[in-house]
């Protein structure tokens, strides 16, 4: 079956602008991940989604940074104002929820600032 | 708390085997692990839970000592296809978001 797909996967921003990023989750699962990963490090965790609620959003660096999934299945991370520091892969990923559930990371979109 | 992995990068011989240890100062309810070639997206390899359960890839076995929270990844009779970074990812509570370490880069050579 398909697995999480990201657009666009890359994305080129002038300082100042707004960027939104998309994801689509493995049909049926209900957890929802976005990490961010920048060059030669692990991923970072950013905000994650049970359904259609954001449960955790700690790990977004600013206020800048917004995350919804209104229906429980696709989720947009939005960047309003981006700053060169914003520059970073955007991974997403999806699991079923809970117990031995790993999760499926999308290919990502890279972002840069200029 | 992000995980500590070591070492930091491994090169061996096709057909030589590797561990890899992921340690955590929190109490964990999972360790996952995955493999990152460049470019790529993670690909999931293992996770074990507290309490024993493990799912993941028959050529690859991992351990969890829940009493030291750490976790290591074995490579046995390693292909070039291994070659790439290794994240484990902790999971402190079920369903909750990874904390991945800074990776464990591994090179395969022919």
């Known amino acids: 079956g398909a697995g999480v797909s990201q657009s666009p996967r890359y994305k080129v921003a002038k300082r100042g602008q707004d960027v939104a990023l998309r994801c689509d989750p493995i049909?049926?699962?209900?957890?929802l991940f976005w990490y961010q990963q920048a060059l030669g490090q692990g991923p970072e965790f950013l905000t994650y989604?049970?359904?259609?609620?954001?449960?955790?959003k700690s790990g977004l660096p600013s206020d800048r940074f917004f995350a919804e999934r209104p229906e429980g299945s696709v989720s947009t991370l939005k960047i309003q104002r981006t700053q060169q520091e914003d520059s970073a892969v955007y991974l997403c990923?999806?699991?079923?929820?809970?117990?031995?559930?790993?999760?499926?990371f999308g290919p990502g979109t890279r972002l840069t600032v200029t | 708390q992000q995980p500590v992995q070591s070492p930091q990068a491994v090169i061996l011989r096709e057909g030589e085997d590797a561990v890899i240890n992921c340690s955590s100062s929190?109490?964990?309810?999972?360790v996952h692990w995955y493999r990152q070639k460049h470019g790529e997206a993670p690909v999931f390899l293992m996770i074990?839970?507290?309490?024993?359960e493990q799912k993941g890839h028959d050529k690859i076995s991992a351990s969890f000592n829940e009493k030291k929270q750490q976790s290591s990844l074995y490579l046995t009779a390693s292909q070039l296809s291994y070659s790439g970074t290794y994240f484990c990812?902790?999971?402190?509570?079920?369903?909750?978001?990874?904390?991945f370490g800074k990776g464990t880069s591994l090179l395969v050579t022919p």
């Open positions: 990812g902790t999971e402190p509570r079920s369903g909750y978001a990874l904390n």
């Open positions: 049909s049926g699962h209900v957890s």
């Open positions: 989604f049970q359904n259609e609620a954001q449960l955790d």
């Open positions: 929190k109490a964990l309810y999972s």
């Open positions: 990923a999806s699991s079923i929820g809970q117990g031995l559930s790993e999760q499926y």
């Open positions: 074990l839970l507290k309490g024993g």
